[in-house]
């Protein structure tokens, strides 16, 4: 299993948007084949945006990547962010 965690500020006019395209991409991707688990979550500040996802294998992530609802998710997110958002992966079992 892969567990990956991000997180992201986005600026202030692009908060809305960001909600709005995680809470999008979020009820697609829970339906992927090998997707364990795919949230996102707002700090208790509201300025950052963290991720959790879990997928079964790599092979289910490589998949996700491909699927039209990713690529326009992150097609969408061009320059919101105030910093770049970061991604760290782990290997689970």
């Known amino acids: 299993m892969l567990l990956i965690h991000g997180s992201a500020v986005p600026k202030s006019e692009h908060r809305d948007y960001l909600i709005e395209a995680a809470a999008k991409i979020t009820r697609a991707t829970q339906s992927d084949e090998g997707c364990l688990f795919y949230e996102f979550s707002i700090?208790?500040?509201?300025?950052?945006?963290?991720?959790?996802?879990?997928w079964r294998d790599r092979e289910a992530l490589d998949a996700h990547m491909s699927h039209p609802h990713t690529i326009e998710f992150m097609n969408g997110l061009g320059d919101i962010f105030v910093t770049p958002p970061t991604m760290t992966e782990s290997k689970l079992n």
Request: charged residues 25%; glycine residues 8%; proline residues 0%.
């Open 43 to 54: 700090s208790l500040d509201g300025r950052a945006i963290t991720s959790v996802e879990i």
